[in-house]
Structure formats: structure tokens, C-alpha cells
């Protein structure tokens, strides 16, 4: 009788035993496909560019800045995000010649010069008004001239940086691009989404030093300023790249891989 219970009791142990490690490595199992599913997930991320393509009434052409786009571009697609380009207007997003010249390359422009693919995507972009933030990690606004014509006033980018913003997640501008905040509120409908928040863009000493102070409809170190924001600045031409919460913002061409590294990091 004794035999027989002790018997009953080692099958008993060896029972649990192996019950408990069928468990563990099932847990293992589970853990392992939770941590591989997340890896496989792709950052995604909306680029907002201009579709203004006249320099006030200079009889030039403007459009966004090569640089500004194409060095974010690639520090973002080269960690495996997934991008969208988006303009007002949808279709061809205007080019500044002045950045596609020599004296503006950088490895960055080369490569998008060289970019069957994304030039494809820059000659037809998706129509702003018809994208969802639901269906995106982050926003990022290249400059140039154009949105101080049109995104500072665009209704569809406006709500669309106020969802974003709602929703706490990263929203970054570089350049002339902060002047599609003008008339971004914040969370509560009425302040200035940039009141009390540290920014930067493109100087009144860079935009004199380029020629356009009396031909842009607005400065953008004014803007920022007379809306409250806490607007800094470092030399001229400068790399300088700031963030507040989720917004980032740089302040000119040469800031744009600042810009394009907080915004990385901001998404870990």
C-alpha cells in the first residue's frame, strides 16, 4: 500500500513538473512573437510639404527646400520608416531651384537626385485634406519659402497639427516651416499652440541676408515670438534644433538633420 502511494505521489511531481515547464515555454514562446511583432512594426510617418510655387511678386519660382526634405527623408526611410508625402494641392509638390543648384548640395540632395523613386513620390503626392492622423506615428513639415504663402493658412494642415498635437504625438518643422503654426492652437482651442513652448525657424538676419525680408508676408523668428513662443537662436546658418514636448522645430536648411534625429528619437 505504501508502494502504491509513493508511486502515485513521484507521478504526481513529475506531473507538475512537466505541466509547469510546458507552461514556461509556452510563455517563452508567446514573449518571443510579442517581441518579433514589434520589431516588425514600421514607423509611419507624414511629410507635409508645400504646393506654392510663386515668390511673392517677384516673378520667381519657390516651393519646398531640397534639403530639408531629402536629408529627413533618408534618416527616417534608412531606419525603416514608412513615409507619406502629402501637399495642399495634392500632385506635383514645387521645388525651390535655389536648392536644387550646386551651391545647395549636400549627399542627401545627390541621392534624391538620384532617386528614380522619390521623385516619383515628390511629382505626386497625396492631397492633405484626405489624410487621417489616426493612421500616423508623427508629422514633419519641411520648409522652403511656399508654406509662409500656403500651409500657414491651410485649414486641412491646421486641424491636421492640432489632431497630432491632441493626440501627443511628435510634430516637428524645420526652417521656414514653423509659419504652418501661426494659427495652431493648442489643446484648449483658443492659445497659440507655440505660447510658452521653447522654438526656433529661420532668422530675421538669415531671411535679410537672403534678400526676401520685404517680400515674405510674414518673418518667422516674428511670428513665433508674437504668439508667445520662447524663440532662440544661435549664429546665422547655424545647425540648431530644439524640443518642447512633442514639438520640434529647426532653424534653418543646415538644421534639418538635427531635426530629423530628435524626431527619431522622439518615436522610440
Known amino acids: 500500500m505504501n508502494y502504491v502511494k509513493s508511486a502515485v505521489l513521484l507521478l504526481s511531481i513529475i506531473t507538475g513538473a512537466a505541466c509547469k515547464n510546458e507552461t514556461k515555454q509556452t510563455a517563452e514562446e508567446n514573449s518571443e512573437v510579442t517581441i518579433t511583432t514589434k520589431k516588425e512594426e514600421k514607423m509611419k510617418i507624414l511629410f507635409v510639404l ?10 520667381k519660382k519657390t516651393g519646398f527646400w531640397v534639403e530639408e526634405f531629402a536629408n529627413p527623408y533618408y534618416t527616417l526611410l534608412d531606419k525603416g520608416a514608412e513615409i507619406t508625402i502629402a501637399t495642399p494641392n495634392g500632385g506635383a509638390a514645387p521645388i525651390d531651384p535655389s536648392s536644387d543648384s550646386p551651391d545647395a548640395a549636400t549627399a542627401d540632395t545627390d541621392r534624391f537626385n538620384d532617386d528614380a523613386e522619390a521623385k516619383e513620390r515628390i511629382a505626386n503626392t497625396k492631397k492633405l485634406s484626405d489624410m487621417n492622423p489616426d493612421d500616423f506615428d508623427a508629422v514633419f513639415y519641411p520648409g522652403g519659402h511656399g508654406p509662409l504663402w500656403d500651409l500657414a493658412n491651410d485649414e486641412a494642415s491646421i486641424a491636421l497639427i492640432e489632431t497630432f498635437n491632441k493626440q501627443k504625438k511628435p510634430i516637428a518643422f524645420v ?32 531671411e535679410a541676408a ?13 511670428m513665433l ?42 518615436l522610440k
Open 225 to 266: 515670438s508674437e504668439n508667445g513662443g520662447i524663440y532662440s537662436k544661435i549664429e546665422d546658418w547655424g545647425a540648431y534644433a530644439i524640443q518642447d514636448g512633442n514639438l520640434i522645430t529647426g532653424q534653418n536648411p543646415a538644421s534639418s538633420e538635427k531635426v530629423a534625429e530628435k524626431l527619431l528619437e522622439a
Open 50 to 59: 508645400t504646393s506654392h510655387d510663386k515668390l511673392g511678386d517677384t516673378g
Open 210 to 222: 537672403v534678400g526676401l525680408t520685404d517680400v515674405v508676408p510674414f518673418l518667422v523668428e516674428d
Open 175 to 206: 526652417c521656414h516651416a514653423p509659419a504652418a503654426l501661426k494659427s495652431v492652437k493648442d489643446v484648449d482651442g483658443k492659445t497659440p499652440l507655440v505660447k510658452g513652448k521653447n522654438v526656433t525657424g529661420f532668422t530675421n538676419s538669415e
